[in-house]
């Protein structure tokens, strides 16, 4: 053995304990490097997963919005309007589902293969106008609103990138033309313009919609107080009058004489609220209450009232119409004058100009125009419909104005407001009317007494007179009882009278011992329905009026009654 070099014995121990203590090392460092790893790899995968849902819910949460459309509508596009009913709930308006076109420039390849493809099923779409769109660059425009849903699927069917649709609400009209003026239109987003639609949104539902608070399930609907059956008999009479005597227009109101309550109204031509591209047109207007007029003899009416309710006149009272009555270089004459002195009921029996002058210049220039005005003929009426007319009368009445307005001309007024004057005289009270209904008991709460029971006595009894002996035969509805009192004025054209064309009209009550309901007709510009007959009011618009009562009666629940069917008996007056 050789001095100072170790054992082999110990020099094996101690590379053996050296070999163990490097491998403890090496483990310690392996398990600690691991660990650093999987933690590396948990944090990692924790925020790929944080990333990825943010992304996911981000992606939930657009699908289930509309489009950020830039530029795109507001929200009142979509904002829902209540149903609008007649008075027994039949729909006349509501709200349906359209999809509407929208591109979105930026997106389109080609604009002008967008644009031939689209003709294909829109084939009314203007290229030019279509081409400046898809070129704009911009985020959003309209292409075409309101699209059927056939439309809809041929266009997508297309395929064309960067175009999408929108759900809109559109108004539905199902009865189409029949209640037309009094139902109105609302344009392309959906806000009245018209009718009882604009009166809606005036009463606070374009606020609604602008606030987005106009949500359909909280929108009750709006209780008009017309009867549709009834608004089709009307519609109907006068639609085929226009056709049967040539006329330029006519149109008929039939109204509650209780409550104030129109019942139904019309005018023609009228348009199809669905489709109104001709609710522009000249002659496309509601004559009922936004057209003014003379109306003739019908105001003979409120002439002969006027002079019983003055206390200066009686039945008993005696007018000269043996001559015509000059004033300056005018003479008023009658049309079929008897040429002597006339009883008050004879002046309105034979409709006497110059008796109706008579009873004008009896009353004076000052009381006649204050008559006329308590009963509201010549005052903007108040009303829901926002198109009513401002009736006209002279700025001076001299005694010539008096005299022939006492026979309906020089003044000019709606044939609603003329009556709802004439409904006056059947009860004594002015009941404004109303497209809303209306309780006897609310009416009376805000009607105006206007003539006394005598005088609403003695006109019952000359419309009956009439009805049995004079003009208004021809509206007699029998069991109905009806009365009534024609007017045919000479149509003002440019400023001048015509000689040949008449603005004619017609009004009836019934039933005459309490009358409930009043029926006002009217025919522009008539001619005669055949060879030999002229065309004066008893043959068009009395017509109109007698056919109206006989088919709507039972359905404004008057029970016929043939008891009364004498004639008339003139009663007693002191």
């Given amino acids: 053995m050789i001095s100072g070099l170790p054992r082999i014995g110990d020099l094996l121990k101690r590379r053996k304990k050296q070999a163990e203590d490097g491998s403890i090392v090496v483990d310690a460092a392996r398990k600690a490097t691991g660990g650093k790893a999987r933690t590396r790899i948990v944090m990692t995968m924790a925020v790929f997963f944080t990333i990825y849902s943010t992304i996911a819910g981000r992606l939930v949460y657009l699908g289930l919005q509309n489009p950020d459309l830039s530029g795109g509508p507001e929200s009142r596009v979509t904002a829902s309007r209540p149903d609008i009913v007649d008075r027994n709930g039949e729909v006349l308006a509501t709200d349906i589902k359209t999809a509407s076109l929208f591109a979105e420039p930026r997106r389109i390849v080609d604009a002008d293969e967008a644009i031939e493809k689209l003709s294909t099923v829109l084939p009314e779409i203007d290229y030019e106008q279509t081409y400046r769109k898809l070129k704009s660059g911009a985020g959003f425009v309209w292409l075409q609103r309101q699209l059927t849903p056939k439309q809809q699927s041929d266009i997508l069917a297309l395929g064309i ?27 392309i987003d959906n806000q009245g313009i018209s009718g009882m639609e604009k009166y809606i949104d005036e009463q606070g539902l374009s606020d609604l919609q602008a606030s987005g608070l106009a949500v359909a399930r909280d929108l009750k609907p709006v209780k008009l107080s017309i009867d549709l059956r009834v608004q089709h008999v009307v519609r109907d009479e006068i639609a085929a009058g226009l056709e049967r005597y040539r006329a ?21 031509p009228d348009f199809d609220p669905n489709n109104p591209y001709n609710a522009q047109e000249k002659d ?7 057209g003014l007029y003379e109306m003739g003899s019908t105001f003979k009416s409120f002439t002969s009232a006027m002079a019983l309710d003055s206390g200066k006149a009686t039945m008993n009272s005696r007018f000269d119409a043996s001559h015509p009555i000059r004033v300056g270089h005018q003479a008023i004459h009658d049309f079929h004058g008897k040429n002597r002195v006339l009883s008050l009921p004879e002046v309105f029996l034979y409709s006497s100009n110059i008796g109706s002058a008579r009873e004008a210049e009896l009353v004076g220039i000052e009381g006649h125009r204050e008559f ?17 007319a401002r009736p ?18 020089g003044v000019s007024t709606t044939p609603l407001q003329a009556a709802v004057g004439c409904a006056a005289l059947m009860q004594g009270y002015l009941i404004e009317p109303t497209f809303l209904v209306r309780s006897e008991e609310e009416a009376m709460a805000v009607a105006k007494r206007v003539v006394s029971d005598k005088t609403v006595e003695g006109m019952r009894y000359l419309y009956t007179l009439n009805a049995e002996k ?25 400023g001048r009278y015509s000689k040949e064309l008449n603005f004619n009209t017609f009004v009836a009550a019934f039933p005459m011992d ?7 007709t ?44 004498n004639g008339a008996t003139l009663v007693s007056y002191q």
């Fill in 161 to 187: 990138p960067g175009l999408g649709f929108r759900t809109e609400k559109r108004r539905f009209y199902p009865s189409g033309e029949t209640s037309s003026y009094i139902v109105g239109l609302t344009n």
């Fill in 248 to 268: 330029l227009g006519a149109g008929a109101v039939v109204l509650n004489i209780k409550t104030g309550e129109v019942m139904a109204m019309a005018s023609v």
């Fill in 284 to 290: 496309r207007l509601n004559r009922m209450s936004a």
């Fill in 372 to 388: 006329l005005h308590r009963l509201g003929i010549l005052d903007r009426m108040q009303t829901e419909l926002p198109e009513v």
């Fill in 392 to 409: 006209t009368e002279p700025k001076v009445w001299k005694q010539v104005n008096s005299f022939t307005i006492a026979f309906g001309h």
């Fill in 470 to 494: 004079g003009s208004a035969r021809n509206a007699r509805a029998p069991g109905y009882r009806v009365g009534g009192k024609t007017g045919t004025a000479e149509k003002v054209i440019n």
């Fill in 514 to 520: 309490d009358p409930q309901f009043l029926v006002f």
């Fill in 522 to 565: 009217i025919a522009d510009a008539p001619h005669p329905e055949k060879p030999g007959m002229t065309d004066v009011a008893a043959n068009n618009a009395g017509v109109m009026a007698g056919n109206i009562i006989r088919r709507s009666a039972a359905m404004l629940g008057v029970k016929p009654d043939f008891s009364h069917e």
